[in-house]
T-cell receptor, first 111, second 114 residues
Framework: GQQLNQSPQSMFIQEGEDVSMNCTSS?????WLWYKQDPGEGPVLLIA?????ELTSNGRLTAQFGITRKDSFLNISASIPSDVGIYFC???????????FGTGTRLTIIP | EAQVTQNPRYLITVTGKKLTVTCSQN?????MSWYRQDPGLGLRQIYY???????DKGDVPEGYKVSRKEKRNFPLILESPSPNQTSLYFC?????????????FGEGSRLTVL
């Protein structure tokens, strides 16, 4: 089955830095989502995007739905220790029960 | 509290010994799904269910079975586990099908098959 490619695979940053990650697909989606998995827990939805070109914010998080509908981006501003975890993108289409997840970006904050 | 509950959270078993991982949700969701998470591979869908008695294969269904006899429960069955099924498993549910994308996940079940 298809998987989405996320980049980078891992990031090591210092507290206060901004973070950028992206997700690319070989096929088009009409919905993009970003989930975060805290250590030892299940993923939790952060942001959902439903329209090409859409830019949506949730606190310090901003996500964009790429114009081509084959990619999406997530930015985190002024990172804090609780941002540590694995970030997953996911894509789907209305009427399709299948949600395809990315390979994940692991974020670590260096003290 | 709205939640998806999986049991067991941790399990070590041996090759060939049948096991079941239970999943229950209290949100009256129609859609439920099982995923496995492996390093570098992200989350891959095993099976999903749109409603009671309706199940379908995901991307990696080999070696697994599921059933959906009640709306709230969606157990994952490994009839004859093998070491390549060692993984972290997540159950998830959604109000209106995976197409909405807004899944609620359980806390995960870490399975080791020796």
């Amino acid at each position: 089955g298809q998987q989405l490619n996320q980049s980078p695979q891992s990031m090591f940053i210092q507290e206060g830095e901004d973070v950028s990650m992206n997700c690319t697909s070989s096929s088009i989606f009409n919905t993009w989502l970003w989930y975060k998995q805290d250590p030892g827990e299940g993923p939790v939805l952060l942001i959902a995007l439903y329209k090409a070109g859409e830019l949506t914010s949730n606190g310090r998080l901003t996500a964009q739905f790429g114009i081509t509908r084959k990619d999406s981006f997530l930015n985190i501003s002024a990172s804090i220790p609780s941002d540590v975890g694995i970030y997953f993108c996911a894509g789907t289409n209305f009427g399709n029960e299948k949600l395809t997840f990315g390979t994940g970006t692991r974020l670590t904050i260096i003290p | 509290e709205a939640q998806v509950t999986q049991n067991p959270r941790y399990l070590i078993t041996v090759t060939g010994k049948k096991l079941t991982v239970t999943c229950s949700q209290n949100m009256n969701h129609e859609y439920m799904s099982w995923y496995r998470q492996d390093p570098g591979l992200g989350l891959r869908q095993i099976y999903y269910s749109m409603n009671v008695e309706v199940t379908d294969k995901g991307d990696v269904p080999e070696g697994y079975k599921v059933s959906r006899k009640e709306k709230r429960n969606f157990p994952l069955i490994l009839e004859s586990p093998s070491p390549n099924q060692t993984s972290l498993y997540f159950c998830a549910s959604s109000v209106a099908g995976g197409g909405t994308g807004e899944l609620f996940f359980g806390e995960g079940s870490r399975l080791t098959v020796l």
